[in-house]
């Protein structure tokens, strides 16, 4: 461990020293502090209330503060928000009162470098063999996919794997609002957003880092969270000739995922009419991969679903190729599922033979009985 992040474990041993302990506990994934005296755990995906308790308001603040001053941030009357990567890479994300109504809210979402590959993935259940099969042939040919899942779903998760089964030999350029992902790959350039100084300059958005990167020469362009108007240069990348751009966003279904890309490009360019950018949008973006948090603590992949274009109402035409079947509560309370072949076969095929890629037509065969 290098000094600097010793001299940051014995800041944060300090301050969140009621906390200290979950923060050391392996099984922990997340700390949700809701006010001094309220403080929730996640392990195996699920929330539990534990005892642990700071002095009151005014301690949780300081040490919030402290926290914050450790990685240059601030948190103020003006700035009443903050959202950082802690350098042992976990993320924190605070919020003080008025904005947080009960008093300075916390989450910390620990780092873990227990590296998730797609076997792990498979034995965990969160994908069948067949549809791991099907992103890597996805991976290979350079579709354009666009992860979305619900809050805490597993979407960063599942981009660093996705990433891990590029092709060799490629220039990757990632950008994100503050940097989680873990990318192992040997042409990587990173880049992370800065907010603004105390006299408000200096901002570097998501946007502008887009703007630069498509300067860079990427082969692709991965963005952390589309989640504002850089979403219309994302989709302009991926229709410019940038096979294999990736991002996530946050929705709930496929649909309202590619929907949720279209509101936000349009706040990128307000002249753009709705029938343009529709076509854009569809256009750009190739497949949608859902993953879904379910009632049992198990984060999985729901949908891998194509994009076919637009429906003349208007909405889009989103197609399942992979599916989770319906859901059956086991004894022991967990859910027994799998993403199957929903019998459509995707409009790429043609692609996946003329590449000898091993994922014959029958492997899209939908399961009967
Ligand atoms: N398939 C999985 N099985 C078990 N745990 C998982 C799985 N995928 C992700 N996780 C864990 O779930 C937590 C949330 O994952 P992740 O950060 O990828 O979610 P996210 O959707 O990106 O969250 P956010 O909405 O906050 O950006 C992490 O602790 C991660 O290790
Ligand atoms: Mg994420």
């Known amino acids: 461990m290098s000094e600097n992040s010793d001299v940051f474990k014995n800041t944060i041993k300090q301050n969140l020293a009621p906390i200290w302990s979950y923060l050391e506990d392996k099984t922990v994934s997340e700390i949700l ?43 103020t009357d003006e700035e009443p928000r903050l959202d950082a990567r802690l350098p042992d890479g976990s993320r924190i994300a605070v919020v003080i009162p008025p904005c947080s109504r009960k008093g300075t809210t916390v989450s910390i979402r620990k780092f873990t470098n227990n590296k998730i590959s797609f076997a792990d993935y498979i034995r965990l259940g969160a994908i069948s063999e067949d549809g791991a099969r099907f992103l890597d042939v996805c991976m290979f040919l350079g579709k354009n996919m666009i992860v979305s899942g619900g809050t805490g779903s ?29 990318i192992e790959y040997d042409h ?29 020469r990427p082969d692709r362009i991965i963005v952390g969270e589309v989640r504002s108007s850089e979403a219309l240069e994302l989709i302009n990348a991926m229709n410019t000739g940038h096979k294999g751009c990736l991002g996530t966003i946050h929705a709930n279904t496929p649909e309202d995922a590619i929907v949720r890309l279209e509101a936000l490009a349009q706040g990128g360019d307000g002249k753009i009419s709705e029938k343009a950018l529709r076509s854009q949008v569809s256009s750009a973006v190739e497949l949608m991969v859902q993953v879904t948090r379910f009632t049992d ?73």
């Open 33 to 75: 502090i809701n006010s001094f005296q309220e403080i929730f755990v996640e392990r195996k995906g699920k929330l539990e209330r534990v005892p642990a308790k700071f002095l009151d308001e005014d301690n949780l603040r300081a040490a919030v503060n402290s926290v914050a001053q450790s990685v240059g941030r601030r948190i």
């Open 154 to 182: 597993g979407k960063t998760t599942l981009l660093s794997l996705l990433c891990s089964r590029i092709p060799k030999g490629q220039r990757l350029i990632v950008i994100e609002d503050s940097s989680e992902l873990q």
């Open 188 to 216: 990587v350039v990173m880049f992370e957003t800065r907010q603004a100084n105390g006299v408000g300059k200096g901002e570097v958005n998501m946007k502008d880092l887009l703007k630069s990167s498509l300067r860079l």
């Open 297 to 369: 603590g198990s984060r999985r992949i729901s949908h891998i679903s194509e994009v076919l274009g637009f429906h003349p109402d208007g909405s889009y035409h989103v197609v399942p190729i992979f599916q989770m079947s319906r859901m059956k509560r086991r004894t022991d309370g967990s859910l027994e599922g799998f993403l199957e072949p929903t019998g459509e076969i995707p409009t790429f095929m043609d692609e996946i033979v003329d590449n000898n890629l091993p994922f014959p037509q029958s492997k899209f065969i939908k399961k009967t009985g």
